[in-house]
């Protein structure tokens, strides 16, 4: 796909009578909290697509300029407040607007499956200082792709989301209401006296020499595959993972899913059985803190839970001692989690031990691990310019091996779309164990002896 660029501009702030103008104006910058802090230092990026009659460059660049009043950090620039701590600096700088073209229709150009062509549907991520970068794409069938990069250390997926339909009520000329506060800080204060009630060492935060030392090795060329699974098949698979579980529990969709998945890719990859693995799962602060955080909070609010186990208890127990790691692991991180989390974050004891966030190996191999982004409750499909809703969306390409990605349907009938990257050699063993809701009791040995199961891992390393 040849993709020309056309204009590269900065699109800056402009206020109107409904912009919240004096009080962008009085605060030069914005504390990062610690959850900003330990949130991805990269920008993250998705592509839209939207059919023609679409809106014209210049009325989404004018929707932009005014949502940016409200939402000024995505004009800013990454720096550290009048105290030296790190902080958004409100400056206006701006946003950087490319507009580029392709001289072929949309469905000719763009695969249907996540690759490396998405990448030139973006702006570039590497070596930036905007904080927001936007790329709008005309194609010859009238197309239009709407391309974005946003830094994680401004907002998590949930206040992405947030954003990006605020932008688009401006482009139709609507009213854009925020209610949320610039300030971040003050709703997390530590508590007096602070109670650090769970190990935060080795989970958020790492030595700054362990995260030298991390060295992922890459074992071959990495695949996204794209998986469908229709709304009766999840059905059925809540069904499996509800049967056996403790008295009075059922299972969320996603558990469910997350399990089997964890399980399809452990045998797929052809791990050894004494390993151990895990799954690293978003949480969401705003529903454990709902007392002192409103739901439209604009910032970082993310912890991870991590269900680990060994290879052969992973594959060879039912289905629903899988959903049960999950269901503990990430009730785990309630509030007193995430309270405890801000005390040991404020106590000084990151400053004094030279802790950093916890690496994370974009780009690299994630070993033995999955790392699960869900998607599912973001209002994807509700951002519309003024031509309507996405026809498709798609999440930057990453090429990091055991991401495993999840959205919800296009056309919101119950499916999930699932991405998950792995190396190529394993893709065909991975394909025959994510469809089959057999699998769990006859065909791959998950609750048989661990002969079978090797049949499997010597499948996967053909």
């Known amino acids: 796909m040849n993709v020309r660029v056309v204009s590269t501009k900065i699109i800056k702030p402009v206020h109107d009578h409904n912009s919240p103008q004096p009080i962008a104006r009085s605060i030069t910058s914005i504390t990062l909290s610690a959850f900003d802090r330990v949130s991805e230092d990269m920008h993250i990026a998705a592509i839209y697509a939207f059919r023609p009659p679409a809106p014209s460059n210049s009325a989404v660049a004018t929707g932009l300029a ?40 949309f469905d000719e150009a763009v695969p249907l499956d996540l690759s490396p062509v998405h990448l030139s549907l973006q702006p570039s991520k590497h070596g930036i200082e905007e904080l927001l970068q936007v790329q709008l794409t005309r194609f010859a069938c009238g197309a239009l792709v709407v391309g974005y990069t946003m830094h994680h250390r401004v907002a998590d997926g949930h206040a992405a989301s947030q954003f990006l339909v605020a932008w ?76 056996g579980a403790p008295p009075r529990r059922s299972y969320t969709t996603v558990e469910s899913l997350v399990a089997h998945l964890w399980r399809a890719v452990t045998i797929a990859r052809g791990l050894d059985k004494n390993d151990t693995t895990n799954v690293r799962i978003s949480v969401n602060g705003r529903t454990r803190l709902r007392r002192n955080v409103p739901d439209d909070y604009f910032g970082n609010l993310i912890l991870w839970a991590y269900p680990r186990t060994t290879v052969k208890e992973l594959v060879s127990r039912p289905l629903h001692y899988v959903a049960e790691l999950i269901h503990r692991a990430v009730a785990d991180v309630d509030e007193r989690y995430f309270k405890s989390f801000v005390d040991f974050a404020s106590s000084g004891a990151v400053e004094a031990e030279g802790l950093v966030p916890a690496p994370e190996p974009k ?41 495993v990605n999840f959205l919800p349907s296009l056309v919101g009938d119950g499916r999930i779309e699932v991405h998950v990257s792995l190396f190529d050699h394993n893709v065909a063993a991975f394909q025959q164990l994510c469809y089959s809701l057999d699998a769990d009791t006859r065909n791959y040995g998950y609750n048989h002896n661990w002969d079978q199961v090797d049949k499997v891992k010597e499948m996967a390393r053909l």
């Open 66 to 105: 005014r949502v940016l009043s409200h939402y000024p950090e995505w004009a800013g620039w990454l720096g550290h407040d009048e105290n030296n701590n790190p902080a958004i600096l409100l400056n206006d700088k701006g946003v950087k607007l490319t507009e580029a073209s392709v001289d072929s229709t």
């Open 168 to 243: 688009g009520r401006a482009c139709r000329g609507l009213e854009v209401h925020r209610h949320s506060s610039l300030d971040r800080c003050s709703l997390f204060s530590p508590r007096n006296p602070p109670h650090v009630d769970f190990e935060h060492r080795g989970v958020e935060f790492a030595s700054e020499e362990f995260a030298r030392c991390l060295d992922y090795s890459f074992k071959g060329k990495i695949i996204t595959y794209k998986a469908h699974f229709t709304k009766e098949f999840l059905k059925k698979l809540k069904s499996q993972a509800t049967s």
């Open 363 to 403: 780009g690299r191999d994630m070993c033995r691990n999955l790392d699960v982004d869900s998607w599912i409750r973001f209002p994807l499909y509700e951002l519309d310019f003024g031509g309507g809703s996405p026809f498709y969306f798609m999440p930057s390409y990453v090429p990091v091996e055991g991401l």
